[in-house]
């Protein structure tokens, strides 16, 4: 029988160090001026935090874009997602690569409507009746995909989200190649289209991995804002092409990856992917987890939307 490990706990700040994230990285701290863009391992100014409510519609008429997928999120309160958009992951799975610590279910209290035109993903605090790689699983949450419903080739690929706020916490948006169950992790691909954890409650992430320039040596860029993420909704959105992939903050672009930048290493993103929503805690990326974090923590996603240039 397996001995129960418990979670390690935040105690001294100093110990908690970022992780490496990227080989080319692009960060920016904010100085609320209006954002101009770089290439990859470039470095630019971008906005300041703040309310996305006005934001611009990528279709709107005459524009090159149309809308060719999307999920409002406007069920009653304590609707499950939509089936025929979204599955799940579910389990532990030895900490999904990450040294994750919760248990994913597809149970309404980890991700259901909350009635205000919003899925709600939310992390809770477990009993300990379920079992994870380390023990007794302490926490609960949710990962959703379209894997197998929506899969696509290039686009315009956003969402408004309201990330929790609270160290050890790890919300992400982020994209899959769907040939995931032939070439495997991380030959199929992986456009983190936004992530960001509650350490570093004020830095945006924005990554590629593939063969070659995964994990800590995934090509990837930051925002630095002057608020911290979690205080307001965000549109948070890549646009994907042959050419490459531009991440955006709030419609401003931080950072681009061409397919050159991942040579000798090969360019694996022009297949179709699908969407992933996920809220994991803790982890080699989100790091410890602190006695202060409170429980439940929710991530609130208000729409998510694939848009694709007219024929």
């Given amino acids: 029988m397996r001995s129960a490990v ?9 110990r908690n160090r970022p992780f490496n994230r990227a080989v080319l990285l692009a960060s920016a701290l904010v100085i609320g001026l209006a954002g101009a863009t770089a290439g990859c391992g470039g470095a630019q100014s971008t906005p300041s935090s703040g309310a996305t409510a006005a934001f611009a519609d990528p279709a709107a008429s005459g524009g090159p874009w149309q809308l060719v997928w999307h999920d409002e999120f406007d069920g009653k309160a304590g609707t499950p997602p939509d089936p025929a958009h979204w599955g799940y992951d579910l389990g532990s799975q030895s900490g999904w690569g990450n040294n994750e610590w919760e248990y994913y279910t597809k ?11 919003h899925l709600a993903i939310t992390a809770r605090k477990s009993d300990g009746s379920i079992d994870c790689y380390y ?12 894997k197998n419903l929506f899969q696509f080739k ?5 969402a408004r989200i309201k990330v929790p706020t609270g160290v050890g916490l790890w919300p992400a948006f982020w994209m899959l190649g769907s040939n995931i169950d032939t070439e495997g992790w991380a030959g199929c691909g992986e456009i983190d289209v936004m992530e960001n954890v509650g350490r570093t409650p004020n830095t945006l992430y924005g990554t590629i991995h593939g063969p070659g320039y995964s994990g800590g040596s995934g090509l990837g860029g930051t925002v630095l804002t002057t608020a911290p993420l979690s205080d ?8 994907w092409s042959p050419a490459g992939v531009k991440w955006t903050l709030d419609g401003k672009q931080y950072f681009q990856v061409k397919p050159a930048d991942a040579a000798p290493n090969d360019w694996v993103f022009d297949h179709d992917f699908f969407i992933l929503l996920n809220l994991a805690v803790g982890g080699l990326f989100a790091g410890l987890i602190s006695p202060d974090t409170v429980f439940p923590a929710t991530m609130s996603v208000d729409y998510v939307r694939v848009y694709q240039l007219h024929s």
């Fill in 232 to 239: 307001d909704y965000h549109v948070f959105a890549v646009e």
């Fill in 154 to 158: 290039y686009g315009l690929v956003q």
């Fill in 6 to 14: 418990a979670p390690r706990i935040l105690m001294d700040a100093a």
């Fill in 107 to 117: 149970d309404p209290s980890n991700a259901a409507m909350d009635g205000d035109g």
């Fill in 135 to 146: 023990g007794p699983c302490q926490y609960t949450s949710a990962r959703l995909l379209t």
